[in-house]
Structures are given as C-alpha cells and as structure tokens.
C-alpha cells in the first residue's frame, strides 16, 4: 500500500497531498490514520513497504517487458492476406505516416516508460533489501514516482481488447502469444503500485544511515 | 518552481486543452478502408460504430475513456484553477484532483487503439488504417490535461503562496 505521507521526524507525518503536518501514533490491526485537513491516507497499520515483494514484481516486470515486446499481438486477416503486429509495429507505422509525435508518445507510454519504471523500482527495492544507500537512491525513488504515472501497460491491455472487437467487423482477426505477456505485464505493473512505497524505503534508509 | 509560475503554467495547458478539444472530436482520428470502403472516423464516429454494432459495453468503455474522460479532467481543473487563492471546497478539490489523477491515463486508450490499428491495417489495397490529424490534436489535449495535472500540485489548493502552514 502507498501511504501519501512522508516521514519527516520520528514523530510527526507530512501529507502528501495538501502537506499539512499529522502526529504520528501506533495503530492497531487494520486501523487506518487519516489526514485531519483533507482525509488523505496518512499511514495504514500493516501497510509498511516490502522491498522484497517490490524487487520481486520490477525483475518479473522487466522480463515481461522484454517478452510483450518480442511476440506477435494480434494477427488480421482479410481475403487471406494476413498481418500480424507487436507493440513496436504500430510505433513505426504511425511514424511512416507522418505522425511521429503520436508514435513518440506511444513508444514512451507502452514501451520506454514501463521499462524504465520497473528499472528504477528494481534498483530503489535492491537498495532497500541490501539496506546500503545506493549512489542516486534519491534521483532514482522521484523517477519511479513520474515514471509510474506513463507507465500505461494495463490501459494498453484494454486498447488491445478493443482493437480485436474493432477488427473483428472488418475482418478474421486471431490472437498471438504476445497478448498474454502484455496481460501478465499489466498485472504485474498493477500489483507494484500496490507493494512499492519508495518513500517507507527511503525512510527506511535515512534511519539505517 | 514556484506557486505562481506552476499555476500559470496549468492555466495556459488547461486553456490550451479547450482549444484543442473541439478539433479533436471533430476531424477525423483514423480512416479505415476494407476492401474499397473508405470510412473516416472521429473519436465520436468509432464509438457509434460499436454501439451500432451491439457492443456496446465495449462502446461505453471508449465513451467514457476517451470522450467523458477528457471532458471532465478539463472541467474540473478549470473548476480547481477558477478557486485557486479561495478557501472554498477545499476537501472537495483536493478530492476532485486525486480521482483525476487515478483515472487520468485511460483516455489513453484511443491513441494506443490508434497505434494497433494501423500496424494491423497494412494489406494495401485490401485493408489499411491511416492516421488523421485529429489523432494529434486528441493526443495533444491528453498531454495538455496530464501535463496540467502534474504541475498544480495538490498543496496549492491548501497552500496558494506554497507556503505548508498558510492554510493550517
């Protein structure tokens, strides 16, 4: 669970959000701290970060990353002529006709952006299991968190669902293997926004240190 | 950078993002062409075209992700931005934001549909998918709308000046 404050003192909370200052206290099983101002999530009992599970989901990102990429998508066939697509195709065709910047975005959100996201987690989580203070643990943590906001692998999941219904009326349209990589790899960006909190790791860090 | 510059900078992105709206849903996002026929559609036109044909759960999905989305994100940062310096409805605002922040990205959807279509749509003569200016604008009011977002920063709805304890 990403909690929304940062620890600035043993004591008191930051909420991210509209960055007014809480006591901090300890919570029993399943209670919840709330921010007073704007009823952020503070802190949730049990909700500590674990760089374990976090390190775990970026390398299985990383290579699910690698894996959509390399398949076949999808294959579209109308009066027998077939073509099939991995996500890279559609970036190159878009910029064969003349729309590079929608190519860019494209390429950044499906491809660049995923990668780069589990990359940074991967190295935040590593320092956060060894607890060594990695050089550009800081640039790395801040990264992560733009990072995962372009990360868009589980709406491109659902664009490819779309796009077989869309096919289907023109044409005989199949899926291929690389379908079930960018599934997986929605799945796995999904459940490591849930477990990564680079704040609790850098947190974790400044207490170590 | 400071409040003044951040607020500013979404003002002229959110203003950029109405502009750019209406060509957006207006020209044509991609033509399709199977077999002969020749079909230009808006972001408007592909979802009457699944809901035409039955599917319209799928429909409502582009509906809501790629004209409802857009449409509301502009709105309510307007809303945000005309009550910037107010203590009005400041949980409300603060509300507003973190669900346009969570569901932000899926107008996204149409641009990568865009992108599968025409990297399937490549057998010449028999079907092709090409990319239509309206694509660049849709894709311009998503960045315009996100861009925005990432800017005004929550705590200036509590804090106009920046400052953390003005608004304590």
Redesign the interface.
């Known amino acids: 669970m990403t909690s929304s404050f940062e620890e600035s003192d043993s004591r008191w909370l ?1 909420c991210r ?5 809480i006591c901090d206290r300890p919570l029993q099983r399943g209670e919840e701290l709330r921010c007073a ?4 999530l503070v802190k949730k009992a049990g909700g500590a970060a674990s760089p374990q599970a976090a390190l775990a989901l970026a390398i299985t990102g990383l290579l699910l990353v690698g894996l959509a990429n390399a398949f076949p ?4 066939d ?2 027998g ?1 077939t ?4 996500i890279i ?6 910029r064969d ?3 590079a ?3 860019l ?2 390429f950044f ?2 491809i660049a952006a995923p990668a780069l996201h589990f990359a940074t987690v991967a190295y935040v989580a590593l320092a956060g299991c060894l607890r060594v203070m990695l050089p550009g643990l800081r640039r790395a943590a801040h990264a992560a968190e733009i990072l995962e ?2 990360s ?1 692998a589980p ?2 999941a ?6 077989v ?3 289907d ?3 005989t349209v199949n899926w291929d293997s690389g379908i079930a990589w960018i599934a997986l790899l929605a799945l796995c960006s999904l459940s490591l926004a849930q477990v990564f909190d680079s704040e609790a790791i850098e947190a974790m860090m400044g207490e170590e240190a | 950078m400071t409040a003044a510059t951040r607020l500013d900078l979404a003002r002229a992105l959110v203003i950029a993002g109405i502009i750019l709206y209406v060509p957006a849903n207006v020209l044509p996002v991609m033509t ?1 062409t ?2 002969g026929d020749v079909e230009p559609l808006t972001v408007l036109g ?1 979802v009457q ?2 809901y035409d ?1 039955g ?1 319209w759960p ?1 429909a409502a ?2 509906f809501l ?1 790629s004209i409802v989305v857009p449409f509301l994100k502009l709105v309510s940062l307007s809303w945000i931005l005309l009550l910037h310096g107010t203590p009005h409805l ?2 409300q605002r ?2 507003v ?2 669900i346009l ?1 969570q569901i932000g ?2 107008s ?17 003569v ?2 092709s998918v ?2 239509e200016p309206g ?2 604008f849709f ?1 311009a009011v998503l ?1 315009c709308t ?1 861009f925005a977002a ?1 800017i005004y920063k ?2 200036l ?3 106009p000046d920046g400052d ?1 304890q003005s ?2």
């Open positions: 930051e959000l509209c960055r007014s200052s101002r704007c009823s952020e998508i999808l294959s579209f109308v009066a002529n073509q099939s697509n991995r195709t559609g970036v190159f065709a878009l006709q003349g729309y910047p929608i190519a975005l494209v959100c499906a906001s372009w868009l709406v491109f659902i664009a490819c669902v779309v796009a219904v869309k096919l009326m023109l044409g | 399709i199977v077999t592909g075209e699944l044909s599917l799928v999905v582009v992700a400041r949980p603060t509300a934001y973190r922040h990205t899926w996204m959807i149409d641009v990568f549909l865009l992108a599968i279509l025409a990297a399937v749509g490549q057998l010449g028999l079907a090409q990319a694509g660049m894709a960045l996100l990432e929550p705590s709805i509590w804090n953390p608004a304590q």
